[in-house]
């Protein structure tokens, strides 16, 4: 299975500040990278998928980057409303794997 | 609109069998995949399987063969059974849409999730 590893595992932001998290694969899975945010007791909203394609709706303070086995998701400017849990998934190959996840907070 | 949702018990015994179904609206089971993902409480999330729209399956080898999808497309239902239950199968169960993109693989819609406790 490929492992995806992420980091920070939490992270505190102040209003405005810019932060990244980022996601290491086992192997090379193309690009084939999306991104996440979970709010406590919700489903999870898709955020960026393709590695950097930003789903419609999605504010452009968001935005995705990577290639080959490291990608990572900036919030450029955070806002209170980004509070929550960030992971990604690899759907480059079965069984399809998911980031341990990035708890995000407004300092 | 696209919605998904899912049905099923809050509470199953230790060894019995948990069925859940994820009903789904706004679009086709033929021309959309769905799958199954879990998250164990406080825990990260996992990839259960799927219901592929041309009606085949795949899951993830961790279940073994505990793990059963299936789907009604009349009634745009998708089916999760999985036997043999233990403690650590006490997770959410959230159902979720993969698009067919060539060579992109994601899921872009999520259902609310059942929580579901295994109880001995």
């Known amino acids: 299975d490929i492992q995806m590893t992420q980091s920070p595992a939490s992270l505190s932001a102040s209003l405005g500040e810019t932060i990244s998290i980022e996601c290491r694969a086992s192997?090379?899975?193309?690009?084939?990278l999306a991104w996440y945010q979970q709010k406590s007791g919700k489903s999870p909203q898709l955020l960026i998928y393709a590695a950097n394609r930003l789903q419609d709706g999605v504010p452009s303070r968001f935005s995705g980057s990577g290639s080959g086995t490291q990608y990572s998701l900036k919030i450029s400017g955070m806002q209170p409303e980004d509070e929550g849990d960030y992971f990604c998934?690899?759907?480059?190959?079965?069984?399809?794997?998911f980031g341990s996840g990035t708890k995000l907070e407004i300092k | 609109q696209v919605q998904l949702k899912e049905t099923g018990p809050d509470l199953v015994q230790l060894t019995q069998t948990l069925s859940i179904t994820c009903t789904v609206s706004?679009?086709?089971?033929?021309?959309?995949?769905v799958h199954w993902v879990r998250q164990p409480p406080g825990k990260g999330l996992e990839w259960m399987g799927a219901m592929w729209n041309g009606g085949g399956t795949d899951y993830n080898s961790a279940f073994k063969s505990r793990l059963s999808i299936s789907r009604d497309t009349s009634k745009s239902q998708v089916f999760l059974k999985m036997n043999s239950l233990q403690t650590d199968d006490t997770a959410k169960y959230f159902c979720?849409?993969?698009?067919?993109?060539?060579?992109?693989?994601?899921?872009?819609?999520w259902g609310q999730g059942v929580m579901v406790t295994v109880s001995s």
């Open positions: 192997e090379d899975i193309y690009s084939n």
């Open positions: 998934l690899q759907g480059s190959k079965f069984p399809f794997t």
């Open positions: 979720a849409r993969h698009p067919l993109i060539p060579h992109w693989d994601y899921f872009d819609y």
């Open positions: 706004g679009f086709s089971l033929t021309t959309y995949n």
